[in-house]
């Protein structure tokens, strides 16, 4: 079917696009009664033709794209519209009037709501907004763009992040604060108090029993404060259960068992320091402050019957310690393990030295708080000396100073108690604490060489089952079955290669920052006892010296006041006679 010639066509009526015009700026050029004639069929429908002469105007383009933009309806049946498109030159190019200098007009209001969407542009020399923020701390200014792709991400150019909700209380209550930052959600704060040591039970069964105080920021547990009661096994239960859980981690050891006198006020007090010391190192730890054990511990009402519960429930080692149990260190430490890391073989000769040195200084501190004790016992004996004799003296200007000198001795002797139990309590603990870390330390080397002995021992299996599977198919026989099989126990033997190498170079890389973290925490506890140390010494030191100065005073005051006494009945003695003279 031939289709009627391109200037016999009514566009008015036998338009396949109905009303509107289908007059493209990009039609071929034509002769000019061709155009005229066009023209004058078209009557009112859309711009002009250009003529072969004319080049198309700015606005045309625009226009007829905006047209072309609206809904057509469907063509009339047997009709058919041809075009033959041909080629322009054109020196535009083949897009037409795009480029930097192209301005394109607004549009008109009857055909502004059929424009299409415009892309997003960046626009240049934006300003960055600001973003409100009511918390406590800072925050700079947030750049955010309308123009990006992820409209949600913020770079936030701030010291405090924006806040989260607190942790809820019984019933859904908010019992802390209603917010608090980012940084402080994922990394919580502990504050444990161990106190109000007292004995319980009888003579067989007695022990000692601590109030356990903590204050958290943490949202795992149900209030943000609790109290709960602990004796000295279940401090034991908790370190054994954090080594079990994390292999690799210097997990702070709870103070040693003591069987006499494990009831005396010193060793209690030294006692209940070190176990305050050991839950907030714990607490304070990056890795076990997450350790549920650690939260059961801390939280628990009931904590023997759940302790007794999660033992009838705990699941293999291989199912509940992740990648570390599930090799269970099962190689044999019989072999000798040569270290091939210079960096854990130099720290090894480190701790051992450093462990000789601390054990010598706890014993000079041993002797000097003998020595405190001893001179506290001496002046004690002196002040009981001096009593006695007050007692039986009958001049009162001697009986009151010796009594005097006997409460200044009982003064002294009170001073060298609690300065001796202060050297315990700053510098012994101290000193204690870090030769009880090094045995945590050679602890997580020691589990470290398991991991060792456990990857040779896989890579020992792998070789094996790889030996059998050559072996087999060397022989040359049809045996399909039994090559699967030991082509399924090979790839096995082979992931428990890999997945133990894995799990040793991951425990190395663990050890040396928890090495790290030890060397940074023994610098600042050794200053901060050091000092306190100092500080104690001096101030015992000036409280001596204001007790001597005291007495001295005293003893000044009594002797003016027998000197301006004057018993009644006697007489006012004479002065003496003038001189006479010759």
């Given at each position: 079917m031939?289709?009627?010639?391109?200037g016999?066509?009514?566009?008015?009526?036998?338009s396949?696009?109905?009303?509107e015009?289908?007059?493209n700026?990009?039609?071929?050029?034509i002769?000019q009664?061709?155009?005229?004639?066009?023209?004058?069929?078209?009557?009112?429908?859309?711009p002009?033709?250009?003529?072969s002469?004319s080049?198309?105007?700015?606005?045309?383009?625009?226009?007829?794209r905006?047209l072309?933009?609206?809904?057509?309806p469907?063509?009339?049946?047997?009709?058919a519209?041809?075009?033959k498109?041909?080629a322009?030159?054109?020196?535009?190019?083949?897009?037409?009037p795009?480029?930097?200098n192209f301005?394109?007009?607004?549009?008109?209001p009857?055909?502004i709501?059929?424009?299409?969407?415009?892309?997003?542009h960046?626009?240049?020399?934006?300003?960055?907004?600001?973003?409100?923020?009511?918390?406590?701390?800072q925050?700079?200014?947030?750049a955010l763009n309308?123009?990006?792709e992820?409209?949600g991400?913020?770079?936030i150019?701030?010291?405090?992040?924006?806040?989260v909700e607190?942790p809820?209380?019984?019933?859904?209550a908010?019992?802390?604060?209603?917010?608090?930052?980012?940084?402080?959600?994922?990394?919580?704060?502990?504050?444990i108090?161990?106190?109000?040591p007292?004995?319980v039970?009888?003579?067989?069964?007695?022990?000692?029993?601590?109030?356990?105080?903590?204050k958290?920021?943490?949202?795992?547990?149900?209030?943000?404060?609790?109290?709960?009661?602990?004796?000295y096994r279940?401090?034991?239960?908790?370190?054994?259960q954090?080594?079990?859980?994390?292999?690799?981690v210097?997990?702070p050891?709870?103070?040693?068992?003591q069987a006499?006198?494990?009831f005396?006020?010193?060793?209690v007090?030294?006692?209940?320091?070190?176990?305050e010391?050991m839950?907030?190192?714990s607490?304070?730890?990056?890795?076990?402050q997450?350790?549920?054990?650690?939260?059961?511990?801390?939280?628990?009402?009931?904590?023997n019957?759940?302790?007794?519960?999660?033992?009838k429930q705990?699941?293999?080692?291989?199912e509940?310690?992740?990648?570390?149990g599930?090799?269970?260190?099962g190689?044999?430490?019989t072999?000798k393990?040569?270290?091939s890391?210079?960096?854990?073989?130099?720290?090894?000769?480190?701790?051992?030295a450093l462990e000789?040195?601390?054990?010598?200084?706890?014993?000079?501190?041993?002797?000097?708080?003998?020595?405190?004790?001893a001179?506290s016992?001496?002046?004690?004996d002196f002040a009981?000396?001096l009593?006695a004799?007050a007692?039986?003296?009958?001049?009162?200007?001697?009986?009151s100073p010796?009594e005097?000198?006997?409460?200044?001795q009982?003064?002294?002797?009170e001073?060298?108690?609690?300065?001796?139990?202060?050297?315990?309590?700053?510098?012994?603990?101290?000193?204690?604490e870090?030769?009880?870390?090094?045995?945590?330390?050679?602890?997580a080397f020691?589990?470290?060489?398991?991991?060792?002995?456990?990857?040779?021992a896989?890579?020992?299996e792998f070789?094996?089952?790889?030996g059998?599977?050559?072996?087999?198919?060397?022989?040359?026989?049809?045996?399909?079955?039994?090559?699967?099989?030991?082509?399924?126990?090979?790839?096995e033997?082979?992931?428990?290669?890999?997945?133990?190498?894995?799990?040793?170079?991951e425990?190395?890389?663990?050890?040396?920052?928890?090495?790290?973290r030890f060397e940074k925490?023994?610098?600042?506890?050794?200053?901060?006892g050091?000092?306190?140390?100092?500080?104690?010494?001096?101030e015992?030191?000036?409280?001596?010296?204001e007790?001597?100065e005291t007495?001295l005073?005293?003893?000044?005051?009594?002797?003016?006041?027998?000197?301006s006494?004057?018993?009644?009945?006697?007489p006012?003695?004479?002065?003496?006679?003038p001189?006479?003279?010759d």
């Amino acid at each position: 079917m031939t289709s009627p010639p391109l200037g016999n066509l009514d566009l008015e009526t036998d338009s396949p696009w109905g009303d509107e015009c289908s007059i493209n700026t990009r039609t071929p050029p034509i002769s000019q009664p061709q155009a005229d004639a066009l023209q004058s069929s078209t009557g009112t429908c859309g711009p002009s033709l250009p003529s072969s002469d004319s080049k198309p105007s700015n606005i045309s383009a625009p226009v007829s794209r905006l047209l072309a933009s609206k809904s057509r309806p469907s063509r009339r049946p047997g009709q058919a519209a041809v075009v033959k498109l041909e080629a322009l030159d054109d020196e535009l190019g083949p897009l037409g009037p795009l480029g930097d200098n192209f301005i394109s007009p607004e549009p008109s209001p009857a055909i502004i709501h059929d424009q299409p969407p415009k892309p997003p542009h960046k626009e240049l020399g934006s300003k960055p907004k600001r973003m409100p923020y009511r918390g406590d701390g800072q925050l700079d200014v947030v750049a955010l763009n309308e123009d990006d792709e992820d409209v949600g991400v913020r770079r936030i150019h701030g010291k405090v992040p924006p806040p989260v909700e607190g942790p809820a209380g019984p019933g859904g209550a908010r019992t802390g604060p209603l917010s608090q930052p980012i940084e402080q959600a994922a990394h919580p704060t502990f504050e444990i108090i161990v106190g109000d040591p007292h004995k319980v039970g009888d003579l067989t069964s007695a022990h000692i029993v601590y109030s356990v105080r903590t204050k958290t920021s943490s949202k795992a547990y149900k209030q943000p404060e609790f109290t709960v009661t602990r004796r000295y096994r279940d401090f034991l239960w908790l370190y054994n259960q954090l080594i079990t859980n994390n292999p690799g981690v210097v997990v702070p050891p709870p103070p040693e068992k003591q069987a006499v006198g494990r009831f005396d006020n010193n060793f209690v007090e030294s006692r209940r320091a070190a176990l305050e010391r050991m839950l907030n190192k714990s607490a304070a730890h990056p890795i076990l402050q997450h350790d549920a054990d650690l939260k059961l511990f801390l939280e628990s009402e009931a904590f023997n019957v759940d302790v007794k519960h999660k033992e009838k429930q705990a699941t293999p080692a291989a199912e509940s310690k992740g990648m570390f149990g599930s090799l269970g260190f099962g190689g044999s430490l019989t072999a000798k393990f040569v270290e091939s890391d210079e960096f854990f073989h130099d720290r090894k000769l480190y701790l051992d030295a450093l462990e000789v040195q601390l054990k010598a200084l706890l014993k000079a501190v041993d002797t000097v708080v003998a020595q405190r004790k001893a001179l506290s016992d001496a002046a004690g004996d002196f002040a009981s000396s001096l009593s006695a004799l007050a007692t039986v003296e009958l001049s009162r200007n001697l009986s009151s100073p010796l009594e005097s000198l006997s409460d200044l001795q009982i003064r002294i002797k009170e001073l060298h108690d609690r300065q001796a139990q202060q050297d315990v309590l700053t510098l012994g603990i101290t000193i204690d604490e870090y030769i009880r870390l090094i045995s945590s330390i050679k602890l997580a080397f020691q589990q470290r060489q398991k991991a060792f002995h456990t990857w040779h021992a896989a890579e020992s299996e792998f070789a094996k089952k790889k030996g059998n599977m050559e072996k087999l198919q060397r022989q040359g026989k049809t045996q399909q079955d039994r090559l699967s099989q030991l082509g399924a126990e090979v790839a096995e033997a082979e992931r428990k290669v890999n997945q133990a190498r894995v799990a040793f170079e991951e425990m190395g890389r663990l050890l040396k920052n928890e090495l790290d973290r030890f060397e940074k925490e023994k610098v600042e506890d050794f200053k901060s006892g050091v000092e306190t140390f100092l500080e104690s010494s001096v101030e015992a030191q000036k409280e001596l010296i204001e007790i001597w100065e005291t007495y001295l005073l005293q003893m000044d005051r009594e002797e003016d006041e027998a000197l301006s006494y004057q018993p009644q009945g006697e007489p006012a003695p004479r002065p003496p006679p003038p001189p006479q003279q010759d």
